[in-house]
C-alpha cells in the first residue's frame, strides 16, 4: 500500500478525510491555546452557532416507552481496562460525515436531522422481513447497557457506555434463510437536512457490512443510547450499530434498513478509497494504515496514549471467526 501526502489524499478523495497532520495541528492548536476546555464551555454555554447548549444534546423530553428503557441493566460480563470517557469529550468529537468533515461541528450540524418517526426495514434472505420502528424495537429487544472500548481508524479511541441490543436479538426475529451469508447496512439519504452528503465525491448513502457470522457475535451491538439516555443525534441516533473489535468507520450510524445477501456488500469506505479501508477492517496493531500507524491510540479525553491491542482487546470473543 502506497503512501500518500496530505495533498494527494485530499486531492483523491476530499477528505477522511481529515489528514492526520491537518486534524493533529487543529487539537494541537486548541489545547495550545488552552481552547478545548474553553470551547466545551462555551459549547455548554449555548454559545455555539444555532445550538442552545444542552438540549442540542439530548432530546428534551423522554417519550413513555423511552421512560422504560433506562436506565438499563448494565452486562457485567463486558469490562473495560481504562477509564469511561467523559461524556462531554464524546458528545463534543464525532465523525458523521453526512454533516461535516469537522468532528468539532458535527454535533451542531446533525441536531438538522428529524429522528422522530424513524423506522429500520430489516429484509432480504429472512423468512419473516418486518420494519420496526423505534418503539417496536425498544418494546421488544432485550435492552441492556455495555462498556466498550471505541477505536477509530484515525488512532483516537474512547470508551463509553452504550444502551441497546444485541444484532443477533433482531437477527433472530427475521430469521436469516441459509442462503445468506453477509449483512449489509445503510443510513439515511437526506441531502437536504445533511449537508455533508452533497459531497458528490463520496458514495452515499452511507453503507457497511459484516460476515453473517461476525453480525450473529455476541459484541455486535445495536445502540439506541449512550451514558444512560437516548443517543444524542451526532452519536447517530436512534439508533446505530456497534462494533468493538472493529475500526470504528465500521459502526454505522442513524441505520435505516438492513438487509441480508448472498454475497459481500459494497461499503462507504471501500468503496470511496479502497486501499485505505478494507472490507473487513479488524483493529490490528502490526497492519499500519497509510497515513496512521496503527500501533497505539489516543484517548479523546485524557490525551493518554496506549498500545493499540489486537481486536481493539476482544479477541477472545472473536478469534475463532478469523480462524
Ligand atoms: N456512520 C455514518 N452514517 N456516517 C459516518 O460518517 N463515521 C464512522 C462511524 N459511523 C460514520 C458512521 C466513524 S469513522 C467513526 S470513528 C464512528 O462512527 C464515530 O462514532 P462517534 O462519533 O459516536 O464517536
Sequence with gaps: MSRLNDREVRKITGGKATPESAYMDRRRFLKGAGMIGLYSAALAAGCSPGTSGREADLPLELSEVEKTVYPARRNDRYVLDRPLTREEIAARYNNFYEFTEIKEDVRVHAQKLVIRPWAVEVTGLVRRPKTFDLDDLRKTMPMEERLYRHRCVEAWAMAVPWTGFPLKALLDAVQPLSSATHVRFKSFYKPFAAQGQLAFWYPWPYTEGLTLAEAMNELAFMAVGIYGHPL????????????????????????????????????????????????????????????????????????????????NGYEEYVRRLYA
Design 232 to 311: 444524542p443525534k451526532q452519536h447517530g441516533a436512534p439508533v446505530r450499530l456497534v462494533v468493538p473489535w472493529k475500526y470504528g468507520f465500521k459502526s454505522i450510524k442513524s441505520a435505516v434498513r438492513i438487509e441480508l445477501v448472498d454475497y459481500r456488500p459494497a461499503t462507504f469506505w471501500n468503496t470511496a478509497q479502497g486501499l485505505e479501508y478494507d472490507f473487513t477492517a479488524n483493529v490490528n496493531p502490526t497492519v499500519p494504515h497509510p497515513r496512521w500507524s496503527q500501533a497505539r491510540e489516543k484517548m479523546i479525553d485524557t490525551g493518554e496514549t496506549r498500545p493499540t491491542l489486537l481486536y
